[in-house]
Structures are given as structure tokens and as C-alpha cells.
């Protein structure tokens, strides 16, 4: 199963339009795991125009009627696997340790956004994620992730953009 992880999408409010290769890769995805923070109900639209499966979340920029659709946390199993995704603004700068002390008992897989900078790192039985940003990154690349869930394992690789 091929999974796209993405978020801080931030359309139109750091940049003009969601890139094509984000919206290619969604569309090929069995799974999309957005972390919030589309800014429009347009770009909201857009992903799951593409997308059959779009798990997202409200980040702590998402404002008007499409938010209502969108909850503050997702706990879902795949494969086996406990996954939560949030955006991690309500933990300030969320840290991941703190994420999987908070978590950890629940969680096989935690997926957040908010700070822009990809980072997959496993800690006290469960592995944190965050993709990164496709636009105004900080301090590093801009960037999604892309995951494989077979027997019950999860691979996933950081795509930096051009």
C-alpha cells in the first residue's frame, strides 16, 4: 500500500497553488495522510478531488465552513498498525518525544505537521513523523513523504521537491 504523507500546504497564503507533483503523487496513493493547514476550502477540494482516501486533519490555519469536516485528531488502524494524526499546534512546538510520551501507549505511528521540517524518528516504542512542507519550509527543503505498509511494516522516504 502506497501512502502519502503531506500537510502545511498553506494555499493561497505562502503560495499560489498546491505543486503538481504533490497532487500527481496523491493521486497515485492508495492513501493520503494530509496534517492540516490546507488555508482554502478550494485546496481541501482539490486533494480530494484526486484522492479516493484522504485522512486529514484542521490545522491552526484552516478557517471557514470545510473545517467543520475536518476533526483535530484521526486514530485509525492500517495493517495492524495504530496510526494518529493531528497538526501539533495545540503541543506549541510539538517535540517528538513529547508527542510519543503523549501517544505512545496508543500509537504504533504518529503523523503531525505544523513545523515544517521532515523528521521521522522512533521513540519509545512508536515511530514520529512529520513530512515536512511542499512550500515555505523551515530550514530545510521543501518536501512530502511517501510510505510503504506491507506485512504489517512501515518504509517511508522524505521526497524533497525541486
Request: charge should be negative; charged fraction near 20%.
Amino acid at each position: 500500500m502506497l501512502i502519502l504523507l503531506t500537510g502545511d500546504t498553506h494555499v493561497p497564503d505562502r503560495a499560489q497553488e498546491v505543486a503538481p507533483e504533490l497532487l500527481n503523487e496523491a493521486a497515485r496513493a492508495d492513501l493520503v495522510i494530509h496534517t492540516g493547514d490546507f488555508n482554502s476550502p478550494e485546496i481541501h477540494a482539490k486533494f480530494l478531488e484526486v484522492s479516493d482516501s484522504l485522512c486529514a486533519v484542521r490545522g491552526n490555519r484552516d478557517r471557514g465552513s470545510f473545517t467543520d469536516e475536518l476533526p483535530e485528531e484521526l486514530e485509525f488502524e492500517l495493517g495492524g498498525l495504530q496510526i494518529i494524526v493531528l497538526h501539533g499546534h495545540s503541543f506549541g512546538r510539538p517535540r517528538p518525544s513529547r508527542l510519543a510520551r503523549h501517544y505512545g501507549t496508543t500509537a504504533d505511528i504518529i503523523v503531525y505537521g505544523h513545523l515544517h521540517r521532515p523528521l521521522v524518528v522512533p521513540f519509545s516504542g512508536c515511530t514520529v513523523i512529520n513530512p515536512g512542507a511542499p512550500v515555505e519550509p523551515r530550514c530545510s527543503p521543501a518536501s512530502y513523504m511517501l510510505g510503504e505498509l506491507r506485512d504489517g511494516q512501515f518504509d517511508v522516504q522524505t521526497v524533497y521537491m525541486k
